[in-house]
Antibody, heavy 124, light 112 residues
Framework: ELQLVESGGGLVQPGRSLRLSCTTS????????MSWVRQAPGKGLEWVGF??????????EFAASVKDRFTISRDDSISVAYLHMNSLKTEDTAVYYC???????????????WGRGTLVTVSS | QSVLTQPPSVSGAPGQRVTISCTGS?????????VHWYQQFPGTAPKLLMY???NRPSGVPDRFSGSKSGTSASLAITGLQAEDEADYYC????????????FGTGTKVTVL
Protein backbone atom coordinates (compact mmCIF):
# COMPACT_ATOMS: atom_id res chain seq x y z
CA GLU A 1 0.00 0.00 0.00
CA LEU A 2 1.26 3.43 -0.92
CA GLN A 3 1.76 5.39 2.27
CA LEU A 4 3.33 8.57 3.62
CA VAL A 5 3.33 9.11 7.38
CA GLU A 6 4.56 12.32 8.98
CA SER A 7 5.80 12.50 12.55
CA GLY A 8 7.70 14.81 14.86
CA GLY A 9 5.25 17.66 15.24
CA GLY A 10 4.37 19.30 18.52
CA LEU A 11 4.62 22.44 20.58
CA VAL A 12 7.89 24.34 20.33
CA GLN A 13 9.04 27.75 21.54
CA PRO A 14 9.96 30.52 19.11
CA GLY A 15 13.58 30.39 18.09
CA ARG A 16 13.90 26.66 18.72
CA SER A 17 14.34 23.81 16.24
CA LEU A 18 12.29 20.80 15.25
CA ARG A 19 12.74 17.90 12.86
CA LEU A 20 9.83 16.30 11.03
CA SER A 21 10.01 12.86 9.46
CA CYS A 22 8.10 11.44 6.49
CA THR A 23 8.18 7.67 6.51
CA THR A 24 7.14 6.12 3.22
CA SER A 25 6.23 2.67 1.95
CA UNK A 26 4.78 0.96 -1.09
CA UNK A 27 6.94 2.60 -3.76
CA UNK A 28 10.60 3.02 -4.74
CA UNK A 29 11.39 6.07 -2.63
CA UNK A 30 14.73 6.87 -4.28
CA UNK A 31 13.00 7.43 -7.63
CA UNK A 32 10.87 10.35 -6.41
CA UNK A 33 11.42 13.94 -5.38
CA MET A 34 9.62 14.75 -2.15
CA SER A 35 8.03 17.98 -0.98
CA TRP A 36 6.78 19.50 2.22
CA VAL A 37 3.62 21.60 2.08
CA ARG A 38 2.11 23.40 5.06
CA GLN A 39 -1.27 24.78 5.97
CA ALA A 40 -1.70 27.34 8.72
CA PRO A 41 -4.92 27.06 10.75
CA GLY A 42 -7.85 28.11 8.59
CA LYS A 43 -5.57 29.05 5.70
CA GLY A 44 -4.61 27.68 2.32
CA LEU A 45 -1.77 25.46 1.14
CA GLU A 46 1.78 26.79 1.03
CA TRP A 47 4.66 24.93 -0.57
CA VAL A 48 7.63 24.86 1.80
CA GLY A 49 10.37 23.01 -0.04
CA PHE A 50 11.39 19.90 -1.91
CA UNK A 51 14.37 17.62 -2.32
CA UNK A 52 15.45 16.14 -5.62
CA UNK A 53 16.36 12.53 -6.14
CA UNK A 54 20.02 11.56 -5.88
CA UNK A 55 19.90 10.93 -9.62
CA UNK A 56 19.34 14.66 -10.09
CA UNK A 57 21.81 15.76 -7.43
CA UNK A 58 19.67 15.49 -4.31
CA UNK A 59 19.65 19.25 -3.71
CA UNK A 60 16.72 20.93 -1.98
CA GLU A 61 14.88 24.13 -2.86
CA PHE A 62 12.78 26.27 -0.57
CA ALA A 63 10.12 28.92 -0.51
CA ALA A 64 11.39 32.40 0.32
CA SER A 65 9.50 32.37 3.63
CA VAL A 66 11.63 29.54 5.03
CA LYS A 67 14.84 29.76 3.05
CA ASP A 68 17.92 29.94 5.31
CA ARG A 69 15.91 28.53 8.25
CA PHE A 70 14.65 25.18 6.95
CA THR A 71 16.41 22.35 5.22
CA ILE A 72 15.35 18.99 3.82
CA SER A 73 17.26 15.73 3.72
CA ARG A 74 16.49 12.19 2.66
CA ASP A 75 17.65 8.71 3.59
CA ASP A 76 16.94 6.45 0.64
CA SER A 77 18.11 3.37 2.58
CA ILE A 78 15.08 3.62 4.89
CA SER A 79 12.72 5.58 2.58
CA VAL A 80 12.41 8.61 4.83
CA ALA A 81 12.45 12.32 4.15
CA TYR A 82 13.14 14.93 6.82
CA LEU A 83 12.27 18.57 7.29
CA HIS A 84 14.70 20.34 9.59
CA MET A 85 13.23 23.57 10.93
CA ASN A 86 15.42 26.11 12.71
CA SER A 87 14.76 29.55 14.21
CA LEU A 88 11.07 28.81 14.31
CA LYS A 89 8.59 31.69 14.30
CA THR A 90 4.99 31.85 15.43
CA GLU A 91 3.99 32.19 11.78
CA ASP A 92 5.42 28.72 11.12
CA THR A 93 2.50 27.24 13.06
CA ALA A 94 0.76 24.89 10.63
CA VAL A 95 -0.02 21.34 9.68
CA TYR A 96 2.95 20.08 7.68
CA TYR A 97 2.26 17.59 4.90
CA CYS A 98 4.77 15.41 3.14
CA UNK A 99 3.99 14.72 -0.51
CA UNK A 100 5.37 12.70 -3.39
CA UNK A 101 6.14 14.57 -6.54
CA UNK A 102 5.52 13.63 -10.12
CA UNK A 103 7.86 15.26 -12.65
CA UNK A 104 6.69 14.81 -16.21
CA UNK A 105 7.69 17.28 -18.85
CA UNK A 106 9.42 20.42 -17.61
CA UNK A 107 6.91 22.42 -15.60
CA UNK A 108 4.39 19.61 -15.40
CA UNK A 109 5.15 18.89 -11.75
CA UNK A 110 2.55 18.01 -9.16
CA UNK A 111 1.86 16.04 -5.98
CA UNK A 112 0.15 12.68 -6.37
CA UNK A 113 0.41 11.32 -2.84
CA TRP A 114 0.03 13.07 0.49
CA GLY A 115 0.51 12.10 4.10
CA ARG A 116 -2.03 12.96 6.78
CA GLY A 117 0.13 15.73 8.17
CA THR A 118 1.64 16.64 11.51
CA LEU A 119 0.81 19.77 13.49
CA VAL A 120 3.59 22.13 14.49
CA THR A 121 2.67 24.83 17.01
CA VAL A 122 5.20 27.57 17.65
CA SER A 123 4.32 29.41 20.83
CA SER A 124 5.89 30.58 24.07
CA GLN B 1 2.08 33.43 -0.37
CA SER B 2 -0.37 32.39 -3.09
CA VAL B 3 0.16 33.74 -6.57
CA LEU B 4 -2.80 31.96 -8.13
CA THR B 5 -6.15 33.61 -7.42
CA GLN B 6 -9.36 31.66 -6.86
CA PRO B 7 -12.81 32.81 -5.72
CA PRO B 8 -13.21 32.23 -1.98
CA SER B 9 -16.43 30.32 -2.44
CA VAL B 10 -18.86 28.96 -4.97
CA SER B 11 -22.15 27.20 -4.35
CA GLY B 12 -24.81 25.30 -6.19
CA ALA B 13 -27.77 23.04 -5.75
CA PRO B 14 -27.45 19.30 -6.20
CA GLY B 15 -27.30 18.43 -9.87
CA GLN B 16 -26.13 21.87 -10.96
CA ARG B 17 -22.84 22.77 -12.61
CA VAL B 18 -20.30 24.95 -10.83
CA THR B 19 -16.95 26.24 -12.00
CA ILE B 20 -13.89 27.39 -10.07
CA SER B 21 -11.48 29.77 -11.73
CA CYS B 22 -7.74 29.94 -11.13
CA THR B 23 -6.00 33.07 -12.38
CA GLY B 24 -2.25 33.27 -12.66
CA SER B 25 0.33 35.27 -14.57
CA UNK B 26 2.96 35.13 -17.28
CA UNK B 27 5.41 33.36 -14.96
CA UNK B 28 3.16 30.37 -14.27
CA UNK B 29 -0.03 29.47 -16.13
CA UNK B 30 0.60 32.05 -18.83
CA UNK B 31 4.06 30.59 -19.46
CA UNK B 32 2.38 27.38 -20.56
CA UNK B 33 2.84 25.37 -17.40
CA UNK B 34 0.18 22.85 -16.54
CA VAL B 35 -2.44 23.33 -13.84
CA HIS B 36 -3.36 20.70 -11.28
CA TRP B 37 -6.23 20.57 -8.80
CA TYR B 38 -6.57 19.18 -5.29
CA GLN B 39 -9.65 18.44 -3.19
CA GLN B 40 -9.52 18.75 0.59
CA PHE B 41 -12.17 17.82 3.11
CA PRO B 42 -12.06 19.39 6.58
CA GLY B 43 -9.40 17.89 8.80
CA THR B 44 -7.94 15.72 6.06
CA ALA B 45 -5.03 15.89 3.65
CA PRO B 46 -5.40 17.25 0.13
CA LYS B 47 -6.00 14.71 -2.62
CA LEU B 48 -5.00 15.01 -6.26
CA LEU B 49 -8.17 15.60 -8.26
CA MET B 50 -6.95 16.66 -11.69
CA TYR B 51 -3.49 16.76 -13.24
CA UNK B 52 -2.04 18.32 -16.35
CA UNK B 53 -5.07 20.56 -16.84
CA UNK B 54 -7.71 17.98 -17.70
CA ASN B 55 -6.60 14.51 -16.64
CA ARG B 56 -8.36 12.66 -13.85
CA PRO B 57 -6.50 10.17 -11.65
CA SER B 58 -8.06 6.75 -11.33
CA GLY B 59 -11.14 6.85 -9.13
CA VAL B 60 -12.06 10.50 -9.71
CA PRO B 61 -15.61 10.76 -11.12
CA ASP B 62 -16.00 12.09 -14.64
CA ARG B 63 -18.26 14.87 -13.41
CA PHE B 64 -15.01 16.70 -12.65
CA SER B 65 -13.32 18.34 -15.64
CA GLY B 66 -10.58 20.89 -16.14
CA SER B 67 -9.49 23.39 -18.74
CA LYS B 68 -6.80 26.01 -19.27
CA SER B 69 -6.56 29.08 -21.45
CA GLY B 70 -4.07 31.93 -21.39
CA THR B 71 -3.22 32.86 -17.81
CA SER B 72 -6.22 31.06 -16.29
CA ALA B 73 -7.62 27.62 -15.66
CA SER B 74 -10.97 26.27 -14.53
CA LEU B 75 -12.32 23.27 -12.71
CA ALA B 76 -15.91 22.33 -13.44
CA ILE B 77 -18.17 20.05 -11.46
CA THR B 78 -21.24 18.91 -13.34
CA GLY B 79 -24.07 17.14 -11.57
CA LEU B 80 -22.99 18.55 -8.22
CA GLN B 81 -23.36 16.11 -5.33
CA ALA B 82 -23.40 16.61 -1.56
CA GLU B 83 -20.11 14.73 -1.26
CA ASP B 84 -18.40 17.35 -3.44
CA GLU B 85 -18.59 19.90 -0.64
CA ALA B 86 -14.94 20.58 0.09
CA ASP B 87 -12.09 23.00 -0.48
CA TYR B 88 -10.40 23.03 -3.89
CA TYR B 89 -6.92 24.30 -4.72
CA CYS B 90 -5.21 24.83 -8.05
CA UNK B 91 -1.44 24.48 -8.38
CA UNK B 92 1.07 25.22 -11.08
CA UNK B 93 4.77 25.60 -11.73
CA UNK B 94 6.28 29.07 -11.50
CA UNK B 95 9.41 30.15 -13.28
CA UNK B 96 10.03 33.20 -11.11
CA UNK B 97 11.79 33.42 -7.76
CA UNK B 98 8.62 32.35 -5.93
CA UNK B 99 8.69 28.94 -7.56
CA UNK B 100 8.79 26.23 -8.47
CA UNK B 101 5.44 25.41 -6.91
CA UNK B 102 2.57 27.81 -6.42
CA PHE B 103 -0.89 27.13 -5.07
CA GLY B 104 -4.16 28.92 -5.52
CA THR B 105 -5.89 30.73 -2.69
CA GLY B 106 -8.47 27.98 -2.39
CA THR B 107 -12.22 27.79 -3.04
CA LYS B 108 -14.87 26.43 -0.72
CA VAL B 109 -17.60 24.61 -2.63
CA THR B 110 -20.94 24.51 -0.83
CA VAL B 111 -23.78 22.29 -1.91
CA LEU B 112 -27.04 24.06 -1.11
Amino acid sequence: ELQLVESGGGLVQPGRSLRLSCTTSGFTFRDYAMSWVRQAPGKGLEWVGFIRTKRYGGAPEFAASVKDRFTISRDDSISVAYLHMNSLKTEDTAVYYCSREIHNTWGNWYFDLWGRGTLVTVSS
Amino acid sequence: QSVLTQPPSVSGAPGQRVTISCTGSSSNIGAGYDVHWYQQFPGTAPKLLMYANNNRPSGVPDRFSGSKSGTSASLAITGLQAEDEADYYCQSFDGSLTGPYVFGTGTKVTVL
